[in-house]
C-alpha cells in the first residue's frame, strides 16, 4: 500500500462517513502511525500503562479494524477495496454487534431517492436545522455535514457491494420528518453485514470472530499495531500502518456511564452483549481525542431518568395532542418533537424544576374506540420495582383520575401496573438477613383495597412475590448455613410466596371465592 493509493481523507469519506451513518453505537477513530515498522512488546512507559503480552504469533498487515458491526464492516471494506491488507477483529463469536439490528439508513440524494422521486427538497439546513433541535443544539455540525455530503454516494457505494435495500425511501413510519430513510431488505441489518463481509473477503480481508483486541502497541506515541487474544487464547501481535477503531460503545459499561452523568434508574438496553468501552479505553489511552460526547449522529441510550417503556407512555408520548407544561404552568417545549422520538420530551423534561402532561379526555376515548383494546392500564401513582417513593414521599393513588375513567368508560376493566405494596414484613426479613432494602416503600394496602372496590379488575403485585421468595431464601439459608441443595432452600421461597398469594386474594383483591 502507498500513499498515493490509500490517502486518509480518500479513506474516511467512503468508508468512515457510510460507517458513522450507520452505528448504533460505537466510535469511528483512526489511529494511525508515523511510519512503518513492526510493533514491540507493550510495557508501562510506551503503551499507556497496559499490561505487558509476550505474543505466540504476530501477523503483518497495512490496516487492521477493531469491531465487525456496522461501522467496522465499512471500513473493512473500503480499506481492501483500496487495496490494503486488511484485518478485522470481532470480539464475539456472531459478527455485525448492534449493525444488525439497525433497520436501515439516512441519506440525501441517493440513485434510489432520485429514481422513487422522493426526498428532493430536503436540504442539509433542513437536516441540521432538525437535529440541532433534537439535541439541545450539542451536535458537531462539521461531522454531520460529512455525513450528509457523503451520504447519497455511500448508499450507491453500499449496493454495488451487494448491499439489499427493499427499494423503499420514506420517514420511517412517519416518525420521522423527512423521506431519507432507505430501508434494508426485510428492514433487518443482517442484509448490509453479510454481503459486506462477504465483499470484504472476496477483496482479501481476514476476518477473525470470536478474538477481542486487548491494547494497542504503542512506540514513541505512535500506534503500530495491537495485541489480540485468539479463541484458543494464545496471544496475537498485530503490526499494522493503522488501526481503526468502530468498537467505542460503552452502554454496558456501568461504571462508564456513570462517569459521564447518565441515570441509569431507567435504562433500557436493546443493543447485543459486548458494549463494554473496549475500543473507547484503548483510543483514549493512547491519545485519541473522544468523540462520543460530540454526539453527530447518534441518539442518547438514556433519556435521563424519564422511562418512556412504562407502561402508557410510549402511547401518550407518541400519541397526542397534549401540552407539557412546567411548575409555571407555562409551555416549554413543541409537543409534536414526542411524535417524532419520545426522548425528544426525556431533554425538554430534564430541564425543568416540575413537568406535567396535559391532555384532552377525549384522547382516552379516542384511544379505546381506535384500538379496541379490551382494557386499560393507566397511570394513578403507581410503579414497577420495590422503590416506588423516596423516604419522606406520601404513597398516594389519584383516585380521581380512576373515577374519571369509570364516567367515561362504564363496565370497562383498568389494570394496575407496579401496583405491589412491598410488604413491610418480608422487607424487615430480607434486611435482617444480610439484605440492604432499607428504603423500599410500596403502595398502602388499604389504597389497593380501595382500587379493588372500583374498576380495578386486575392488580400487578409481582415485586411482592420476588420479595417473599428472596425473604424466604436469605432466611432460610442463614439458618441452615450447610445447605446447599435449592430443592431445600427454594421450598422456604415457595411458601412465602404461597402465604402472600393466600394474602393478596383474601383481604386486598377481594377476588377470594370469585374464580
Same mark, same amino acid.
Given at each position: 500500500?502507498?500513499?498515493?493509493?490509500?490517502?486518509?481523507?480518500?479513506?474516511?469519506?467512503?468508508?468512515?462517513?457510510?460507517?458513522?451513518?450507520?452505528?448504533?453505537?460505537?466510535?469511528?477513530?483512526?489511529?494511525?502511525?508515523?511510519?512503518?515498522?513492526?510493533?514491540?512488546?507493550?510495557?508501562?512507559?510506551?503503551?499507556?500503562?497496559a499490561?505487558?503480552?509476550?505474543?505466540?504469533?504476530?501477523?503483518?498487515?497495512?490496516?487492521?479494524?477493531?469491531?465487525?458491526?456496522?461501522?467496522?464492516?465499512?471500513?473493512?471494506?473500503?480499506?481492501?477495496?483500496?487495496g490494503?491488507?486488511?484485518?478485522?477483529?470481532?470480539?464475539?463469536d456472531?459478527?455485525?454487534?448492534n449493525?444488525r439490528?439497525?433497520?436501515?439508513?439516512?441519506?440525501?440524494?441517493?440513485?434510489?431517492?432520485?429514481?422513487?422521486?422522493?426526498?428532493?427538497g430536503?436540504?442539509?439546513?433542513?437536516?441540521?436545522?432538525?437535529?440541532?433541535?433534537?439535541?439541545?443544539?450539542?451536535?458537531?455540525?462539521?461531522?454531520?455535514?460529512?455525513?450528509?455530503?457523503?451520504?447519497?454516494?455511500?448508499?450507491?457505494?453500499?449496493?454495488?457491494?451487494?448491499?439489499?435495500?427493499?427499494?423503499?425511501?420514506?420517514?420511517?413510519?412517519?416518525?420521522?420528518?423527512?423521506?431519507?430513510?432507505?430501508?434494508?431488505?426485510?428492514?433487518?441489518?443482517?442484509?448490509?453485514?453479510?454481503?459486506?463481509? =462477504?465483499?470484504?473477503?472476496?477483496?482479501?480481508?481476514?476476518?477473525?470472530?470470536?478474538t477481542?483486541?486487548?491494547?494497542?502497541?504503542?512506540?514513541?506515541?505512535?500506534?503500530?499495531?495491537?495485541?489480540?487474544?485468539?479463541?484458543?487464547?494464545?496471544?496475537?501481535?498485530?503490526?499494522?500502518?493503522?488501526?481503526?477503531?468502530?468498537?467505542?460503545?460503552?452502554?454496558?459499561?456501568? =461504571?462508564?456511564?456513570?462517569?459521564?452523568?447518565?441515570?441509569?434508574?431507567?435504562? $433500557?438496553?436493546?443493543?447485543?452483549?459486548?458494549?463494554?468501552?473496549?475500543?473507547?479505553?484503548?483510543a483514549?489511552?493512547?491519545?485519541?481525542?473522544?468523540?462520543?460526547?460530540?454526539?453527530?449522529?447518534?441518539?442518547?441510550?438514556?433519556?435521563?431518568?424519564?422511562?418512556?417503556?412504562?407502561?402508557?407512555?410510549?402511547?401518550? $408520548?407518541?400519541?397526542?395532542?397534549?401540552?407539557?407544561?412546567?411548575?409555571?404552568?407555562?409551555?416549554?417545549?413543541?409537543?409534536?418533537?414526542?411524535?417524532?422520538?419520545?426522548?425528544?420530551?426525556?431533554?425538554?423534561?430534564?430541564?425543568?424544576?416540575?413537568?406535567?402532561?396535559?391532555m384532552?379526555?377525549?384522547?382516552?376515548?379516542?384511544?379505546?374506540?381506535?384500538?379496541g383494546?379490551?382494557?386499560?392500564?393507566?397511570?394513578?401513582?403507581?410503579?414497577?420495582?420495590a422503590?416506588k417513593?423516596?423516604?419522606?414521599?406520601?404513597?398516594?393513588?389519584?383516585?380521581?383520575?380512576?373515577?374519571?375513567?369509570?364516567?367515561?368508560?362504564?363496565?370497562?376493566?383498568?389494570?394496575?401496573?407496579?401496583?405491589s405494596?412491598?410488604?413491610?414484613?418480608?422487607?424487615?426479613?430480607?434486611?435482617?438477613?444480610?439484605? =440492604?432494602?432499607?428504603?423500599?416503600?410500596?403502595?398502602?394496602?388499604?389504597?389497593?383495597?380501595?382500587?379493588?372496590?372500583?374498576?380495578?379488575?386486575?392488580?400487578?403485585?409481582?415485586s411482592?412475590?420476588?420479595?417473599?421468595?428472596?425473604?424466604?431464601?436469605r432466611? $432460610?439459608?442463614?439458618?441452615n448455613?450447610?445447605?446447599?441443595?435449592?430443592?431445600?432452600?427454594?421450598?422456604?421461597?415457595?411458601?412465602?410466596?404461597?402465604?402472600?398469594?393466600?394474602?393478596?386474594?383474601?383481604?386486598?383483591?377481594?377476588?377470594?371465592?370469585?374464580?
Amino acid at each position: 500500500m502507498t500513499e498515493s493509493n490509500v490517502t486518509r481523507r480518500g479513506f474516511l469519506q467512503g468508508a468512515g462517513v457510510a460507517a458513522a451513518a450507520l452505528a448504533t453505537a460505537g466510535m469511528l477513530g483512526g489511529c494511525s502511525s508515523n511510519g512503518d515498522g513492526g510493533a514491540t512488546k507493550a510495557n508501562e512507559e510506551t503503551n499507556g500503562g497496559a499490561a505487558s503480552y509476550s505474543p505466540d504469533e504476530t501477523m503483518d498487515v497495512d490496516i487492521v479494524v477493531v469491531g465487525s458491526g456496522a461501522s467496522g464492516v465499512a471500513a473493512t471494506v473500503q480499506a481492501a477495496e483500496l487495496g490494503a491488507t486488511t484485518l478485522l477483529l470481532e470480539k464475539s463469536d456472531v459478527t455485525g454487534g448492534n449493525g444488525r439490528l439497525t433497520e436501515g439508513m439516512f441519506a440525501i440524494g441517493s440513485q434510489m431517492q432520485k429514481e422513487l422521486g422522493v426526498g428532493d427538497g430536503v436540504t442539509f439546513t433542513d437536516i441540521i436545522a432538525a437535529e440541532q433541535e433534537f439535541f439541545n443544539y450539542r451536535i458537531n455540525n462539521l461531522l454531520w455535514k460529512d455525513l450528509a455530503d457523503a451520504s447519497g454516494e455511500n448508499i450507491d457505494w453500499m449496493a454495488s457491494h451487494g448491499v439489499k435495500f427493499s427499494g423503499v425511501v420514506d420517514d420511517y413510519h412517519g416518525l420521522g420528518k423527512f423521506d431519507c430513510f432507505h430501508w434494508f431488505e426485510e428492514g433487518s441489518g443482517s442484509n448490509y453485514i453479510d454481503p459486506m463481509l =462477504e465483499s470484504a473477503q472476496k477483496l482479501g480481508a481476514v476476518v477473525m470472530a470470536d478474538t477481542p483486541a486487548l491494547d494497542l502497541v504503542v512506540e514513541n506515541g505512535a500506534v503500530k499495531g495491537l495485541y489480540a487474544e485468539k479463541p484458543d487464547g494464545s496471544i496475537l501481535q498485530v503490526n499494522a500502518k493503522a488501526v481503526i477503531l468502530t468498537s467505542g460503545g460503552y452502554a454496558q459499561n456501568e =461504571e462508564t456511564m456513570a462517569e459521564r452523568g447518565w441515570d441509569l434508574t431507567y435504562s $433500557h438496553n436493546n443493543g447485543v452483549n459486548g458494549h463494554d468501552g473496549d475500543g473507547l479505553r484503548m483510543a483514549t489511552s493512547a491519545g485519541a481525542h473522544d468523540v462520543s460526547r460530540e454526539r453527530c449522529f447518534l441518539r442518547e441510550a438514556y433519556s435521563f431518568g424519564i422511562d418512556f417503556f412504562a407502561d402508557m407512555s410510549q402511547t401518550i $408520548h407518541r400519541g397526542g395532542p397534549v401540552l407539557w407544561v412546567n411548575q409555571d404552568a407555562e409551555r416549554y417545549t413543541n409537543e409534536g418533537c414526542g411524535s417524532f422520538v419520545p426522548q425528544c420530551v426525556g431533554n425538554a423534561v430534564h430541564t425543568q424544576a416540575e413537568s406535567y402532561l396535559v391532555m384532552s379526555k377525549d384522547v382516552i376515548d379516542e384511544f379505546v374506540s381506535r384500538t379496541g383494546c379490551d382494557s386499560l392500564a393507566i397511570a394513578i401513582g403507581t410503579s414497577h420495582g420495590a422503590f416506588k417513593f423516596k423516604p419522606g414521599q406520601k404513597p398516594q393513588l389519584r383516585f380521581d383520575i380512576l373515577k374519571d375513567v369509570m364516567d367515561r368508560l362504564p363496565g370497562f376493566p383498568i389494570v394496575l401496573h407496579g401496583a405491589s405494596s412491598v410488604m413491610p414484613e418480608y422487607v424487615a426479613m430480607v434486611n435482617q438477613f444480610g439484605g =440492604e432494602m432499607a428504603d423500599a416503600i410500596g403502595i398502602p394496602e388499604d389504597m389497593l383495597r380501595e382500587a379493588a372496590s372500583m374498576a380495578v379488575c386486575k392488580i400487578n403485585v409481582d415485586s411482592d412475590l420476588r420479595l417473599a421468595m428472596t425473604a424466604g431464601i436469605r432466611k $432460610h439459608l442463614a439458618e441452615n448455613p450447610s445447605h446447599f441443595d435449592p430443592r431445600q432452600y427454594l421450598g422456604d421461597g415457595r411458601q412465602f410466596i404461597h402465604d402472600v398469594v393466600k394474602h393478596k386474594i383474601e383481604t386486598v383483591l377481594g377476588s377470594a371465592g370469585k374464580a
